[in-house]
């Protein structure tokens, strides 16, 4: 900013540091007091390639010497993945009894808790990284979980880790070597069946374009010095605060990474080292992800969340005029993703090519549990999506919400109620739709009842009682698996607090709200 010192030192050192010239780094040099960051910056010769300080696989290029964060995805799960499918006219596969793998698992989250939610299925989880397979396997045996393996390694040197009716890989692909990103795309599509799904979750442009720039200062800076790629990450967050603060035009020009910087600073360098100091790090345009995919025979059918299948619901209105002649699905993806700014994309793509029909998806809405799934927050009548506001209000809205807070059902059984009577079925269809888009309610994997308090007995599985023993030792997420809903669930933390009394491992005094909380978490099947 040219009211910071426009001709002082930290103006220049900061042109010199953000324009990376000649000139500029010898003029910096010569002024530089030795003392600060910036200094240290422009007056270190760079000693260190990456493959030095950081431990990398030689077949992958991707980082191992850093573990990952533990987290779960609910979007991983079949029943969103199918959603997905469905609401796009796609047949999605079965989910009674199918096979399972996600590559790139990290801990095995994910995979754990949709194992312990599918135990007639099969769930195999592949990573790179030892310490997360370890974990991971650990976990497995602890909760008795029979139908899940996790191994060790590249996911293209496996040796026959099966075939699958799902494939799924999040934050992989844009962190791996093209070559690499191939060969995901071509083991997936020779592991899947026909018709199964794979996802992709992947950084996407134009919304890194921005901001890529900022991954190359922290980079820089980080193998500029010796040491461990977590004390690197760390002194290159801060060089990049310390250019912000001192008005370095990059951040003041590209506001999206002044908050990115703001994201680090809050997600901590083992994030930092495992997004950016992949040697092949790179964010992509859906175009390119779609035309790989297609070389391997797996083809796009939708997007998640489900809101970004619908033109209207996602545009915003002063740019649907551009939208309104785009006939194809994938130029109407790639042009959404300037209007949005992408920056992340979760794609679903299925093997082989299937024709889409409107029958598939009215068939999916009308046979598929839907349900609620968590602690329900205040009821506002209202979902805020990121341009459009969603309003459930009205006779209908009223009695399917009164039914489903009764236990999940499907649009066949709803239509079959006296409050519906004569309520023509396709504005059912469209009122379940839009409380789905808007997150108001879940498909689930089997229809429930509300459950009384005298109906709970016990948590359920061991792996859940697993999980509860854990989240009252450990610092590591609790992720509760549901059997109904065919999905993980992540506890509040009065439900974990009710769960933690029921198993009379906190002495806590139980009142009303406890009460509906453990009758919530019997009908969803965590208790039995
Ligand atoms: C950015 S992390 C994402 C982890 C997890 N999927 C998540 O979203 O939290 C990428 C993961 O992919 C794994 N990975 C990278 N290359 C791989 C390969 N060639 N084969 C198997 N796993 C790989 C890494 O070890 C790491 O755990």
Redesign the pocket.
């Known amino acids: 900013m040219s009211s910071r010192h426009p001709l002082g030192l930290a103006s220049t050192r900061a042109a010199g540091a953000g324009g990376g010239g000649t000139a500029a780094h010898a003029q910096a040099k010569s002024q530089a007091p030795a003392s600060t960051l910036i200094d240290e910056l422009v007056t270190r010769p760079s000693l260190h390639c990456s493959d030095s300080f950081v431990r990398v ?1 030689a ?2 290029g ?1 980082v ?1 010497d850093v573990t ?2 533990r ?1 779960f ?1 609910n979007d991983l799960g079949p029943t969103r993945l199918r959603m997905c499918a469905a609401i796009n006219g796609f047949q999605p596969p079965g989910q009674e009894s199918f096979d399972y793998c ?5 801990f095995g989250d994910t995979t754990l808790a949709l194992a312990a939610a599918f135990p007639r299925a099969r769930f195999v989880g ?4 030892p310490e ?1 397979v370890e974990a991971a396997s650990r976990a497995a045996r602890e909760a008795e979980l029979e139908n899940v393996r996790f191994v060790a ?4 040197s496996m040796a026959d880790p099966g075939t699958f009716d799902y494939v799924v ?4 692909l844009s ?2 070597a093209p070559q ?1 990103r191939k060969a995901l795309a071509a083991f997936a599509s020779s592991k899947l069946r026909a018709g199964g799904l794979a996802y992709f ?1 992947y950084n996407a442009l134009p919304g890194w374009a921005a901001v890529e720039p900022l991954r190359q200062l922290i980079v820089a800076r980080a193998e500029s010095l010796p040491g461990d790629p977590i004390s690197g990450a760390r002194i290159g967050l801060e060089l990049a605060k310390a250019l912000r603060t001192s008005g370095a035009r990059y951040f003041e020009r590209n506001p999206a990474a002044a908050d990115m910087l703001e994201r680090l600073e809050q997600a901590g360098p083992t994030y930092i080292v ?2 950016y100091m992949n040697a092949h790090w790179v964010p992509m345009y859906f175009a390119q992800v779609a035309a790989e995919m297609a070389a391997s025979e797996l083809f796009f059918v939708g997007q998640l969340p489900l809101f970004l299948n619908f033109r209207d619901l996602s545009i915003p209105a002063s740019m649907q005029q551009f939208f309104a002649n785009v006939s194809g699905r994938l130029a109407y993806e790639g042009l959404k993703d300037f209007a949005l700014n992408t920056f992340f994309r979760s794609d679903v793509f299925m093997k082989g090519a299937a024709a889409r029909s409107d029958e598939t998806t009215r068939a999916w809405l009308l046979s598929t549990p839907f349900g609620m799934a968590g602690d329900e927050p205040p009821w506002t009548g209202e979902a805020q999506l990121p341009n459009h506001l969603l309003r459930f209000r009205g006779p209908i809205f009223d009695a399917i919400l009164s039914a489903l807070r009764q236990g999940a059902k499907s649009i066949a059984t709803l239509l079959a109620r006296p409050e519906l009577a004569g309520v023509p079925e396709a504005r059912v269809r469209e009122a379940v739709l839009h409380l789905l888009i808007g997150g108001v309610v879940a498909p689930f994997a089997s229809p429930t009842e509300a459950k009384t308090p005298e109906a709970r007995v016990r948590v359920a599985s061991a792996y859940n009682r697993y999980v509860i023993a854990r989240a009252l030792s450990e610092d590591v997420p609790a992720i509760l698996a549901s059997t109904a809903l065919g999905n993980g669930i992540r506890p509040t933390k009065a439900q974990l607090i009710a769960l933690a009394a029921q198993l009379g491992e906190l002495p806590v005094p139980r009142d009303a709200d406890m009460e509906a909380r453990l009758a919530k978490l019997a009908e969803l099947g965590v208790l039995a």
């Open positions: 696989s077949s992958s991707y191992t990952y964060l987290g995805r996600e590559v790139g698992c990290g592949i990573d790179l990284i997360h390694g590249d996911f293209e890989a999040h934050g992989v962190w791996i690499k979750g495992h997004e």
